[in-house]
């Protein structure tokens, strides 16, 4: 199984675990900015790291989906 497929089978655990029949739309959505939350940091992280390795800011902007301003502005 290659990376892509995993991350599609835990998006698939975490939206069936993330709201029980019962949760409320509001507890959904805080669910989903504590894993946006934990997501951010997890980002910032690996831009660290790769920053670390000598990556330049095109190539992590590329990698984000986003342009290299973007990425500084966001992660310097």
């Keep these: ?3 892509n497929q995993s991350l599609r089978n835990l ?4 939206s069936e675990t993330l709201a029980p029949d019962d949760a409320s739309t509001t507890t959904r959505l805080e669910h ?3 894993i946006r939350t ?17 990556e330049s800011w ?9 342009s290299k301003q973007s990425a500084w502005e966001k992660y310097k």
């Design 1 to 3: 199984m290659d990376i």
């Design 11 to 14: 998006l698939g655990t975490i």
């Design 32 to 34: 989903l900015t504590l």
């Design 38 to 54: 934990e997501l951010d940091k997890l980002t910032k992280n690996e831009v660290e790291a790769a920053r670390s390795f000598g």
């Design 58 to 66: 095109e190539s992590i902007g590329a990698a984000l989906g986003t």
